[in-house]
């Protein structure tokens, strides 16, 4: 019996360790519980401050449309001869600054000068040949009068006047024509503007409308756009507009607006005139910015105040109650309808007054604590 003392011991102080360790197991539970219940009793009960914007109803919003057209000249030509002919002289290169009524380019007109000639000589011989028949024909009414001739005679001799005054009709029309060939042997400028190509040389045999350079009247400009049909309706010949070009604003008239549409881009074209000095070649593009009002209730919140849904839809955090202190948070559904810079335009379950969480949605969820920390007023 002496010999199952120690043994006794032992086992008895392995047991008392096992109930203290079991005691320090237990105690460090609760512990942990008591203070993670206590954690989270705070972050229910504590209210996170959140910045507000009132909901204040708007009657509708303006929308800024872009239009791209492109500038190019008032008037442009191909500039060709009537006649063929050999290229005599090409007197312009291409950007060359001409006047109006400055010849261009010039064809051979020697053969032609060579016609007016002999129909010249011609001339002179049936005028002479007029002089001659008007003379023999007073002379025949004379001898008429005194009974030395018959009528016949006189008949013929005035006849014969008469048939050679048609001759020479004749020939002056075609001395005519010859001149206004030559005359049209010269091309010139139909107006001042700047020679844009130049297709053919000197030495060149041409038929009659073959291009010979291209003509653009740069002196005044004008822009061509395509506008919606909805804007084009807006504006009236005469209307004023502002065009943007080069990074420049430049002021132009409406000078017309097609009844029609563009086939490939479903546009209506309007041409706008601008005036001299603008900044900017011809072919390169323009801008017009039109605005218009949209009539559609709603009201203008934070772009940050929303958060996006499902289905196209959006939705956005208001405090409910009347105390800045303590409110529970509240989603409200609603449709964006247009965005300018951070601000947007929305309808849907809003009411007028509400107070709309600002911004740090990631913060808060639907039903949180939340008191009003500050009210930030929409400028729009």
């Known amino acids: 019996m002496a010999q199952d003392k120690p043994g006794l011991l032992a086992r008895g102080g392995r047991g008392l360790l096992a109930l203290t360790f079991l005691g320090v197991l237990v105690g460090g539970t609760a512990l942990l519980y008591l203070r993670a219940s206590a954690s989270a009793v705070d972050v229910v009960e504590r209210p996170l401050p959140v910045s507000v914007t009132i909901a204040r109803p708007s009657s509708g919003y303006e929308v800024t449309e872009r239009f791209i057209g492109i500038l190019e000249p008032a008037r442009q030509s191909s500039l060709a001869f009537e006649q063929g002919g050999l290229i005599k002289d090409v007197r312009v290169e291409e950007g060359d600054t001409v006047s109006e009524g400055d010849t261009v380019a010039v064809l051979d007109t020697s053969l032609l000068k060579a016609q007016r000639d002999e129909l010249a000589g011609q001339l002179a011989q049936i005028e002479a040949n007029l002089s001659l028949s008007r003379l023999t024909e007073k002379r025949q009414r004379i001898l008429k009068d005194k009974g030395h001739v018959s009528a016949q005679r006189l008949d013929e001799a005035?006849?014969?006047?008469?048939?050679?005054?048609?001759?020479?009709?004749?020939?002056?029309?075609?001395?005519?024509?010859?001149?206004?060939?030559?005359?049209?042997?010269?091309?010139?400028?139909?107006?001042?503007?700047?020679?844009?190509?130049?297709?053919?040389?000197?030495?060149?045999?041409?038929?009659?409308?073959?291009?010979i350079v291209d003509l653009l009247e740069t002196a005044r400009p004008q822009a061509r756009i395509g506008l919606s049909a909805?804007?084009?309706?807006?504006?009236?010949?005469?209307?004023?507009?502002?065009?943007?070009?080069?990074?420049?604003?430049?002021?132009?008239?409406?000078?017309?607006?097609?009844?029609?549409?563009?086939?490939?881009?479903?546009?209506?074209?309007?041409?706008?005139?601008?005036?001299?000095?603008?900044?900017?070649?011809?072919?390169?593009?323009?801008?017009?910015?039109?605005?218009?009002?949209?009539?559609?209730?709603?009201?203008?919140?934070?772009?940050a105040a929303l958060t996006e849904g499902?289905?196209?839809?959006?939705?956005?955090?208001?405090?409910?109650?009347?105390?800045?202190?303590?409110?529970?948070?509240?989603?409200?559904?609603?449709?964006?309808?247009h965005v300018d810079d951070d601000l947007a335009y929305v309808r849907g379950t809003l009411q007028a007054g509400a107070r709309v969480v600002a911004g740090g949605r990631n913060r808060v969820i639907p039903g949180q604590l939340v008191s009003l920390a500050s009210v930030e007023e929409v400028e729009k």
């Open 158 to 211: 005035r006849f014969a006047t008469a048939a050679i005054r048609g001759q020479l009709t004749a020939i002056r029309a075609s001395v005519s024509a010859i001149d206004i060939t030559i005359a049209k042997a010269s091309i010139k400028a139909p107006f001042s503007g700047t020679v844009a190509a130049r297709h053919r040389d000197e030495g060149a045999v041409v038929s009659a409308g073959i291009p």
């Open 230 to 303: 909805r804007a084009a309706n807006a504006l009236a010949v005469g209307d004023a507009v502002s065009l943007e070009i080069n990074g420049a604003n430049v002021s132009g008239t409406v000078k017309a607006i097609r009844p029609d549409l563009t086939s490939a881009t479903r546009t209506t074209p309007i041409l706008v005139s601008l005036p001299a000095g603008v900044p900017a070649p011809v072919g390169d593009t323009v801008t017009l910015e039109m605005s218009r009002e949209i009539a559609d209730g709603g009201f203008w919140l934070p772009l």
């Open 310 to 337: 499902e289905r196209g839809l959006w939705s956005v955090l208001t405090l409910q109650g009347d105390d800045d202190t303590r409110s529970r948070l509240q989603q409200e559904v609603v449709e964006l309808l």
